[in-house]
Structures are given as C-alpha cells and as structure tokens.
C-alpha cells in the first residue's frame, strides 16, 4: 500500500501492572504485532521491514503475532515467513491465527506449514510458558472459527497464575470475562482505519453515517459496507480497554484495507510488565 495512503508506522508503548507477576519477570518486554494482510498491495516491503528493525531493536523478551498474515490467497505466506524469520527476542515468537488466514481454501494448513518451516508455533487453543511457570501464554483459535474453544486451555491454568490471551478478534473480551485474562492482546480491526478526531473510528457510527454517504461510495470507506460482520464492539477498536476485571488491548495492525488510513497510523505495540 503507498505511503500516503498508510501513513507513517507508529511504536505505541504500554507499561501494565499485572498482579502475581514473579518478581523475576518484572520489566518483562512483549512486542504485539497484527493484521499483517501480506499479499503485494496492502503491506509495502518497507513497512514491513520497518516493523521488523523496530521490534528487534527493542529487544523484546517475547513477541506475539495476532493474525491475518494474508488476505485471500495464501501461497504469499511463504515469502511472509521469510521476512518474519529474522525476528529476534529471548524467549521466541508465537503466533495465532486471525479470520483470514482460514477462510481461504487450504489456507489454513498453508499458513501453519509455513510457520512451521521457521520454528514459530501457532498456538491452536494451546497455552505455553516460554517465560517460566510464572506467566502463562494462551493462544485461542479465531473466534469466527468452529475451532474456538476457550474453556479447556483456560481453565486448565492455575487461578493464581498471571495470564497473556493471543485473541485475533476483540470480540471474545466480552466471551472470556467469566475467567480471569491480566491481558487480551487482539487485532483484527485495523482501528477503523478513518478515525476523526474527538469522534473515533466511523465503522463505530455505521448506522447514521451509512444513511450520509451515497451507495456508490460505500465501498470506499473501509468497514462500513456490513461492517457489523467485521466485529461488534467498535468501542474497542484500538488501544487499552478494561472489560470487566480483565483487560484488552487492540493492535491498529500493519495492512491497510483500500482507500487506506486517515488519523490511525499502523502499529507495533511495545508493552512491559510490571508486579501490582
């Protein structure tokens, strides 16, 4: 996607306080990632290239990839894996899937091969503990799949043990708060990608601003055509919210949707834990 229709990439950081966190893990580093869409045209190489330096040069303890490494079409997937390869952290990569990286004949076997091929595993309603048995990782499968199925992995870690949720669609937030989630890290909305200032995205006021834009323009403001099968709660479309006790941050997403973005720049996410 052009520059002037993506906007500069933003490094947004979040220092969160998580209780029962390990004194060992305080100052932890996670970089999030999302919303790749690597197809040729809503991701440039430069972007991409400059994600992957920032997130390096940050020298993450982990980094979390929240989905929708392609758009359509998966054979792309192989070129993706060869970029994303040379992330760097101390504790590895983990990735889960989003909506598109299975809506696609085939290619949800593809995109799993292919993170595969460079040792980064997608966590299929899996939870891992790559920093020690003091922080959970939780990988969900998507929610729009019959695949999602939260009860099991969740309830299969300690209460007293601090846990991080990879959840592509925000959506779940509202489906997980019966457990306890110290964080949700999620993506799939690109922030709206028009947000107006003191007025947020425009997907999150579809109704009356459908009825203003003429028919033959809907299709240019991206999300506004159904955008109620994109997601729900359009209040969450980016940044930190407190749904219930837990929390949910939304990653704005590296691909851009055609026009492109307006006031909501693509993201790499920089957080660190801390003990409450």
Same mark, same amino acid.
């Given at each position: ?179 306890? #989630? ?60 407190? #749904? ?33």
């Amino acid at each position: 996607m052009h520059r002037i229709l993506t906007g500069q990439l933003q490094v947004d950081y979040l220092t969160l306080k998580i209780t029962g966190l390990p004194n060992h893990l305080q100052g932890t580093k996670l970089v999030h990632l999302t919303d790749f869409h690597y197809d040729g045209l809503r991701l440039s190489e430069r972007l991409l290239s400059e994600a992957i330096a920032i997130t390096n040069e940050v020298e993450p303890d982990l980094i979390l990839l929240t989905g929708d490494f392609i758009t359509d079409e998966p054979a792309p997937i192989y070129d993706l894996v060869l970029r994303l390869k040379y992330l760097e952290s101390r504790a590895g990569v983990y990735a889960v899937l989003g909506n598109h990286d299975e809506e696609y004949p085939g290619a949800r076997d593809k995109v799993i091969d292919a993170f595969t091929r460079i040792d980064i595993p997608i966590l299929l309603n899996q939870v891992v503990y790559p920093l020690g048995s003091g922080l959970a990782l939780v990988g969900l499968e998507d929610y729009w799949s019959s695949n999602f199925k939260p009860t099991a992995v969740i309830e299969s870690i300690d209460e007293t043990v601090p846990r991080i949720v990879l959840s592509h669609n925000p959506d779940t937030a509202k489906v997980l708060q019966k457990w306890r #989630i110290d964080l949700q890290l999620s993506g799939h909305t690109h922030g709206g990608q028009i947000r107006l200032p003191f007025i947020g995205p425009l997907p999150q006021y579809r109704e009356p601003v459908r009825r203003l834009i003429p028919k033959f323009l809907r299709p240019f403001v991206p999300f506004m055509d159904k955008c109620h099968r994109i997601v729900e709660y359009w209040e969450w479309s980016q940044g930190l919210h407190q #749904i219930g006790n837990n929390y949910l941050y939304v990653n704005r997403g590296l691909g851009t949707y055609f026009p492109g973005r307006l006031f909501c720049p693509p993201e790499v996410t920089v957080i660190t834990l801390e003990t409450n």
